[in-house]
């Protein structure tokens, strides 16, 4: 056993879409480094990754947001279609001023919008698009974890990581 640490990210990996075998894709970008799995080795996802393969992308124009919604939106000033996704992923409001709601999420986390991400997921013909969080990223990663192990014939840790903003304080934490 070795007592260094060599973090080595994958390179030219496509843009992930729903369906998409994140397993296979990890694999493809072991084989392009070269790269070879070995046990007790981490691979760690970013969980927009996780969110798009597992199709949690949500078009906006498909969101047909409640009276609630359109209260709270009208209070926040934000999109009435994001507040009510904000809403079906929360299981209650702590807080909420202009710009923001700090929400308990159905997983139970204290967090801003429930993790909902609004970066970076427009659609290629320019639809807004948002990002849900992964519904079980505990099974997401086993899942995962399982299929690479298969794979390459080794046992892996799968770690699946977030940045998240912490209410009340500045700037943002990394999460797994």
Known sequence: MSNQITLTALQDLPLVKSG????????????????????GDIIVVAQKIISKAE???????????SARAMELAGETQKDARVVELILSESKSIVRKKTGVMIVEHNRGWIMAN????????????????????????????TKLRDALMQRHGCDVAVVISDSFGRPWRLGTTGVA
């Not at 397993?23 to 070879?36: F, K, M």
């Not at 199709?55 to 947001?65: E, H, Q, Y």
């Not at 429930?114 to 990663?141: K, M």
Request: with cysteine.
């Open 20 to 39: 998409d075998d994140l397993c296979s894709l990890i694999t493809d970008g072991l084989t392009r480094l070269p790269l070879v799995l070995c046990d």
């Open 55 to 65: 199709g949690r992308t949500v078009n906006l124009n498909t969101v047909s947001p």
């Open 114 to 141: 429930a993790g909902i991400d609004t970066s970076n997921v427009r659609s290629d013909s320019g639809e807004e698009n948002v990002l849900l969080l992964p519904l079980d990223p505990e099974q997401s990663a």
